[in-house]
């Protein structure tokens, strides 16, 4: 019989991977029998869904207010600016 | 349907925060996803004539931040002088969660149940600190594999571990952690 502790590897490897039939079995017989590792596979299924329908949704999970700072967008603000001078700078040399 | 791309100078206003949003749920450093939201600009910039108009100017610019996001994570599983490949036993030892018989020492839990729905903000921001709450690593790994969906094979390669079991046993024990901070922290209404 497989430990509480084994038989949750397995069910964290099972959103991963078909398990191999030994290892099914033991999974089954174990959760027959635990209602501990049964809510746990469960659960864990369940969070596995949602963090795949917030990535596909293109969410993250920080709220709408984690936002750059001043400082950082000043900043990025700066070297995107000179970036695109020395851009159109080349553009022009080439153009000449 | 094909799309242009605006004015440069426009995508900071436009894109920057939901750029830093993304990269800081990744990479949990404000500084490092400012510092990303820079290189992925300065990089658009320098693509702008590649864009083929197939994907929208979101989409593209988070494509670019997601090679970026990669980089930087191969780049710091290089320089740590830990590996991550440590530790990565189920057998014996005992932990919080489990005695020295494997047997659960922590209580059923209550905030999954069938038939009700989670997803909703306040259960999307618990799970955010609980995910924060991890070691940076483990929570790197958490959600590559979980909320950006790449394959079990790109995380070892990424992340630098030598094996897919050594990847599944720190999944599971990822997901020991979260389940039981998720328990202790929402308070089923």
């Known amino acids: 019989m497989l430990t509480c502790k084994e038989v949750s590897y397995l069910a964290s490897k099972k959103l991963d991977r078909k398990l191999s039939f030994r290892e099914l079995i033991g999974f089954k017989m174990h959760t027959a029998m635990c209602r501990l590792c049964r809510h746990y596979a469960r659960d864990i299924k369940v969070l596995h869904k949602l963090m795949l329908k917030v990535g596909e949704k293109g969410q993250t999970l920080l709220p709408e207010s984690a936002k750059l700072s001043e400082q950082s967008r000043d900043r990025i603000k700066l070297a995107l600016d000179k970036a695109l001078q020395d851009d159109n700078k080349n553009n022009k040399f080439i153009a000449d | ?189």
């Open chain 2, 1 to 189: 349907m094909t799309h242009e791309l605006s004015s440069p100078d426009l995508w900071l206003p436009l894109y920057g925060d939901i750029l830093y949003r993304y990269g800081v749920a990744r990479v949990r450093n404000s500084d490092s996803a400012e510092d990303l939201v820079q290189e992925t600009l300065l990089a658009a910039l320098k693509a702008k004539d590649n864009y083929a108009g197939q994907a929208s100017e979101q989409t593209w610019l988070i494509g670019i931040l997601k090679h970026k996001i990669i980089d930087y994570f191969r780049q710091l599983s290089r320089e740590s002088s830990q590996g991550f490949d440590e530790q990565t036993s189920i057998k014996k030892e005992s932990d919080e969660y489990f005695n020295l018989k494997g047997n659960w020492q922590v209580e059923l839990s209550t905030w999954s149940k069938p038939e009700q729905s989670i997803e909703q903000d306040q259960f999307l921001m618990i799970l955010q600190e609980c995910i924060d709450r991890l070691p940076s690593r483990m929570s790197q790994l958490f959600i590559l594999r979980e909320l950006d969906g790449m394959s079990s094979e790109e995380i070892c390669d990424v992340l630098s571990i030598s094996t897919l079991n050594n990847l599944w046993v720190m999944l599971s024990r990822v997901r020991v952690q979260l389940r039981n901070c998720l328990d202790i922290n929402w308070i089923n209404q």
